[in-house]
């Protein structure tokens, strides 16, 4: 399922018009990026978490020369399956 697949979804779903299942859809992502900035964890309860995961500063080489390379510090989100996620799936 991509982005449009889920606002029609929503459109559907909650009798909403594409443009409001767009917005509410634009402000769920904005919130979460928004507390992936500020390093917050954030829990859907029955489906997922998140959390940010620090990686050190390492070194790596360039797979097509071989040379070393200095790889920077980085901050990802981690994405943590839930409980009745799994089971759902894997049922």
Same mark, same amino acid.
């Given at each position: 399922?991509? &982005?449009? /697949?889920?606002? %029609?979804? *929503? &459109? ?12 509410? !859809?634009? =402000?769920? #992502?904005?919130?979460?990026?928004? %507390?992936? !900035?500020? +390093?917050?964890?954030? /829990? =859907?309860? $029955? *489906?997922?978490?998140?959390? =940010? ?6 070194? $790596?080489?360039? @797979?097509?020369? +071989?040379?070393?390379? &200095?790889? @920077?510090?980085?901050?990802? @989100? #981690? #994405?943590?399956? +839930?409980? /009745? ?7």
């Amino acid at each position: 399922m991509n &982005k449009l /697949e889920l606002i %029609s979804t *929503l &459109k559907e779903r909650a009798s909403l018009t594409k443009a409001e299942a767009a917005e509410v !859809i634009r =402000i769920f #992502f904005d919130s979460l990026a928004e %507390s992936f !900035i500020k +390093g917050e964890r954030v /829990e =859907i309860r $029955g *489906l997922c978490s998140f959390h =940010i995961k620090e990686y050190k500063s390492y070194t $790596g080489r360039n @797979p097509k020369t +071989g040379q070393k390379v &200095k790889i @920077p510090p980085k901050r990802l @989100p #981690f #994405f943590k399956c +839930g409980k /009745e996620l799994k089971e759902r799936v894997d049922y």
